[in-house]
């Protein structure tokens, strides 16, 4: 049986330094990938979301694809097609 790690909440974390991706000065002529969580209506808020970054802001298109399910990371091949194909991600949540 394989073991599963144990969290003491008691002792800090240890500190991280995150790389944020550079944003783009703008959105005009940019292709949107969106990932939702597959939780009730994320879906729907990204279509949404993405309607008005192409109508307000020029945004020239967009993907949409799912995770397996919100628990869990998104599949190496997304990921890899949001990069080849994409400008700019957004990861949406639903409920």
Known sequence: M?????????TPPKEQTIAFAPRPNSLRNLRLGLIENTKFNSDKLLLKIAAVLEKEYGAKSH????????GVPVEESVIREMADHCNVVIAGIGD
């Not at 394989?2 to 003491?8: Q, Y």
């Not at 993907?63 to 919100?70: F, G, N």
């Open 63 to 70: 993907i949409l694809r799912s995770k397996q399910s919100a």
């Open 2 to 10: 394989d073991k599963l790690p144990i969290f003491d909440p008691t």
